[in-house]
């Protein structure tokens, strides 16, 4: 079946430090995949997406991306978070099905 | 000029009743969804739909229902509505395999 896992539930960091996000994928063929923020009480956004080409996408935000084919991996990076980083970040692939997510990250920026 | 607008935003029924939540987009896509979104904000896909196609993810109780009344409407149907079925439901639509764009959801209360 094709599905996207996160591993990190909750994610802790102080302004200024690195960020790296997991996430795996498990799909047979092409796949489309997605990195989404969920600002609390908010509606989903797309932080970037990769579709074919140079591996390592970037997005809004300061966010990036890299996949990374031979560990079936898409994991976003970001080198300084910042307070208002604090969110819910949603990996997610589409295959030969529907938009599928990840159980989602939440991360806590703190002063 | 809202890409992908549901509405009502917060809905809040007694156990039994029926209530629809509608969904509209205007960005012309070929795709739309509804995904569920639990208080441990696990988004779980509902359904996929397009003019030629309704994907239904077969964990969904037969209580829930699309109806598209054209390409650029699905509307949600709750039949018999459970304090299970409190939650925060999106719509989306995307093109093809593309980037999914989401409303601002509505959080379903029953009581």
């Known amino acids: 079946a094709q599905s996207v896992s996160q591993h990190n539930h909750h994610v802790i960091l102080s302004e200024a430090a690195s960020l790296e996000l997991g996430c795996n994928y498990s799909?047979?063929?092409?796949?489309?995949l997605f990195w989404y923020v969920q600002y609390p009480g908010q509606h989903l956004q797309l932080l970037l997406k990769y579709f074919s080409g140079d591996p390592l996408v970037k997005g809004i935000k300061g966010f990036e991306a890299e996949f990374i084919k031979s560990k079936f991996s898409f994991n976003l990076r970001k080198p300084s978070v910042q307070w208002s980083d604090t969110a819910e970040y949603f990996c997610?692939?589409?295959?030969?099905?529907?938009?599928?997510f990840g159980k989602g990250t939440r991360l806590s920026v703190i002063a | 000029d809202t890409a992908v607008s549901q509405t009502p935003k917060y809905l809040v029924t007694q156990m039994g009743n029926d209530k629809s939540i509608k969904c509209e987009q205007n960005l012309g896509h070929d795709t739309m969804y509804w995904y569920k979104q639990d208080s441990k904000k696990f988004l779980k896909i509902m359904f996929s739909y397009n003019n030629k196609e309704l994907i239904i993810n077969e964990t969904v109780p037969n209580r829930f229902s699309p109806k598209s009344p054209d390409k650029a409407h699905l509307n949600l149907h709750i039949n018999s509505l459970e304090l299970g079925d409190s939650a925060v439901y999106f719509c989306a639509s995307s093109q093809g395999r593309g980037e999914a764009f989401f409303g601002q959801g509505t959080r379903l209360t029953v009581v």
């Open positions: 997610a692939g589409a295959g030969n099905t529907p938009l599928v």
């Open positions: 799909y047979g063929g092409t796949v489309n």
